[in-house]
Structures are given as structure tokens and as C-alpha cells.
């Protein structure tokens, strides 16, 4: 069975800080990790990553995949209050028939204090 | 910009009742999820359809059902409610099987 961890479970931090959310995986057939912010209510895709070692950026937000380690970080630099959210990380199987089931963690909720 | 709606933004209903939740994607997408979200447990695939008239099981497919008659539209389907069906049941888009997928503004079901 396909597995995602993600760490920590809360974070709070400071605006201006930078933090770190790590996601984990046990996946048969990897093809791509993807990480999502929710806010109150759907979550909205930030980030598919496919290739080891390849950083993707949008704007304070960063990740990179090790797919060696079996292990991907996500990176928001300079924090914000509107960044005050639930980041989910989740894995996508090679399509073996109809469509690709996504796997996600729990997630990990972030708060950014003034 | 891609657009998943939902029927509902808040439901409620009594135990035993039919509840209809229905999904609507306009970007022409092939594929389209049901998932259910609780505290601790996270996203768990309810259904999937990879075409129209299509639907293959999720990871907890029991006490619900799925139809897609056609292709930007898709329901799901609790034939009788239970108070362990309360929780917040997101709608999600790809356009192909290995792209991202897009996600409605979800539906929070209280059974009472």
C-alpha cells in the first residue's frame, strides 16, 4: 500500500522566517510527487515534481524531490501571514490502466504569526 | 484558469436520506475524483472516472455510488446517509491520468 508522511504536523512560526515541511513516500511505480496548499477551502496546486535534484520555484515558495531518499522539501522563504495554511504533499503511481490515483499526508498545518 | 464547482458549499441531511453531491469541470477534463477529507486521516479517494460512463473504485468506495453521464459532470451518491459519512467531500479534475489535478471549493455533509 502507497504511503505519505509528511513532518512536522504544526508548525508556528514568525513572519520573515523561512521554514521547511518535509513529505516522505512508499510508493510502487513512482512517477511524481505534488505539493497543494489549502486554505478554508479547496486545495490549490503548487508544485508536480518528477526528476530527482531539479529545485521548482514560484515566487518564496521552492521544493526538490530525492527520489533516491524517497523524500521531498517544501521551502517558504520570508514567511507571510497569507501563507497561514495546510500544505499536503502527495504521490502519483505510473498509470497502469484508466487514470492515476493520488496518494496524500495528512498534511502539515502552518501558521505565520506577526 | 481551470474551474471545478460544487453543488453545495454546506449540506445537511438526516440519516437514511438520499443525498446527491454533484461536481461540474469546464475545461474539458477526462478525468474527475471523488475524495473525502477528515482530521487526522487526510484526502481519501472515494471514486474515480476516467471517461464518461466510466467509474472505477477509490480506496473507500462502501455507502457510495458515482455517475458520470457526461464528461464535465460528476455525482456522487450516499443511497442512505450515516452519521460516519459526515465530512468534507472535495471534487478534483485532471485532464490526463498523469497531470494534476484541480480541485473544487469542497461540500461539508452533516448527517445528523
Known amino acids: 500500500e502507497d504511503k505519505v508522511v509528511q513532518s512536522p504536523l504544526s508548525l508556528v512560526v514568525h513572519e520573515g522566517d523561512t521554514v521547511t515541511l518535509n513529505c516522505s513516500y512508499e510508493?510502487?511505480?513512482?512517477?511524481?510527487l505534488l505539493w497543494y496548499k489549502q486554505e478554508k477551502k479547496a486545495p490549490t496546486f503548487l508544485f508536480m515534481l518528477t526528476s530527482s535534484g531539479i529545485e521548482k520555484k514560484s515566487g518564496r515558495l521552492s521544493s526538490i524531490l530525492d527520489k533516491k531518499e524517497l523524500f521531498s522539501i517544501l521551502n517558504i522563504t520570508a514567511t507571510q501571514t497569507g501563507d497561514s495554511a495546510i500544505y499536503l504533499c502527495?504521490?502519483?503511481?505510473?498509470?497502469?490502466?484508466?487514470?492515476?490515483?493520488?496518494?496524500f499526508g495528512t498534511g502539515t498545518r502552518l501558521q505565520v504569526t506577526l | 484558469d481551470v474551474k471545478v464547482t460544487q453543488s453545495s458549499r454546506y449540506l445537511v441531511k438526516r440519516t437514511g436520506e438520499k443525498v446527491f453531491l454533484e461536481c461540474v469541470q469546464d475545461?474539458?477534463?477526462?478525468?474527475m475524483f471523488w475524495y473525502r477529507q477528515d482530521p487526522g486521516l487526510g484526502l481519501r479517494l472515494i471514486y474515480f472516472s476516467y471517461d464518461v460512463k466510466m467509474k472505477e473504485k477509490g480506496d473507500i468506495p462502501e455507502g457510495y455510488s458515482v455517475s458520470r453521464e457526461k464528461k464535465e459532470r460528476f455525482s456522487l451518491i450516499l443511497e442512505s446517509a450515516s452519521t460516519n459519512q459526515t465530512s468534507m467531500y472535495l471534487c478534483?479534475?485532471?485532464?490526463?491520468?498523469?497531470?494534476?489535478?484541480?480541485f473544487g471549493p469542497g461540500t461539508r455533509l452533516t448527517v445528523t
Open positions: 502527495a504521490v502519483l503511481p505510473i498509470n497502469t490502466g484508466t487514470a492515476s490515483k493520488l496518494t
Open positions: 478534483a479534475s485532471s485532464l490526463r491520468p498523469h497531470y494534476e489535478q484541480y
Open positions: 510508493v510502487t511505480n513512482f512517477r511524481s
Open positions: 475545461m474539458d477534463h477526462e478525468n
